[in-house]
């Protein structure tokens, strides 16, 4: 079995520092992809799409594709969670 490798990005976000985790073909088949979001810096601060500082989601890859990409869909995620 092949081992999967994620895609990781770290961004800059209001002052925070996150670390995203992406993996397209998280269930090869399925068409199911699995992204996390984690404040890296400063460490487990809230984030508004997870009061713990820590985000994961299993979800359709084309609904990440159609954000433009796992950076976007995690800001796009956060901005319409923080303006509820």
């Not at 984690?38 to 713990?52: F, G, K």
Request: aromatic share 8%; hydrophobic share 35%; proline share 8%.
């Amino acid at each position: 079995m092949k081992k999967r490798r994620p895609q990781k990005y770290r961004v800059q976000r209001e002052g925070l520092l996150l670390e995203i985790e992406y993996e397209p073909n998280w269930m090869p088949g399925a068409e199911l992809a699995h992204i996390t979001c984690r404040s890296i810096y400063p460490t487990d601060v809230p984030l508004p799409i997870a009061s713990s500082g820590f985000y994961q989601h299993t979800l359709s890859r084309s609904i990440v594709n159609a954000a433009g990409g796992p950076v976007d869909y995690i800001d796009v995620m956060m901005s319409a969670e923080a303006a509820e």
